[in-house]
């Protein structure tokens, strides 16, 4: 494991594997670096890519500095593109495929290139007025310390049902333990995609929707296709909201390395 400091002091721990230029994984809500999902992905992009996994803050290792702001969350980013040298290449999965957006938008020519994957915003104001809701819900919840609840409400509020629980989340209770930080990622997704500031994007950017990911999720990704200069899009055939890392992987080969 190793460590860097954000801008505001917090801790953020990492691993370094694999050898080629450098890409930093941004998870989304419930991920942390040592998750199987998460490791194996980091394993497969170190097939090509010097891959940076890093905890976001409150998770993993990492520290959790209060009060939370996503701009903090950005800051972090940073931290690990420098600790990558001072530039980098981003790819975000859900909502940190919306932190990585926020990145290249803030950071300029520190990111070279930028790679989303289902990007987790709202794609409409009636979905984003039934996800506040939701929101609202949670966040009562966590005030009151019921995280499996918390987290349970959340899984079962974006479709994933509780049966299929137990295979993607092996280690119940190293979720049970993150759900604090769905707090962040909501506030993260409670927005409508943002086109207008997306138009003004230089940094050249690869869109990925699953085939099988929600049909709002694949509007998020034709509303960002739209809005951003010269994006390349690209639907994968059977792919869902969890990817197989190797397809993935070729997306990431062709379009980062050409």
Known sequence: MKTTLSKDGTKLAYNVTGKGPALILITGATCYREFKPVLYDASVFSEEFTVYNYDRRGRGDSGNTLPYA?????????????????????????SGAILALKAAMTLGNKVDKLVMYD??????????????TLSEGLYQLLEEGKNEEAITGFLEGIGIPREAFDSLYPDWQIMTDLA??????????????????????????????????PESIQSVALQLNTAIPGAAYTMLKGQDHMPAAEVVLSVLTGFLKS
């Open 70 to 94: 996503v701009d903090r969350e950005i800051e972090d980013i940073e931290a690990m593109i420098d600790a990558a040298g001072g530039r980098a290449y981003l790819y975000g999965h859900s």
């Open 119 to 132: 990007a987790a915003y709202s794609h409409d104001p009636v979905y984003l007025e039934e996800f506040k």
């Open 180 to 213: 604090p930080t769905l707090a962040y990622d909501t506030t993260l997704a409670s927005h409508l995609p943002p086109v207008q500031e997306a138009a003004a994007l230089t940094t050249p950017t690869q869109i990925i929707v699953g085939e099988k990911s």
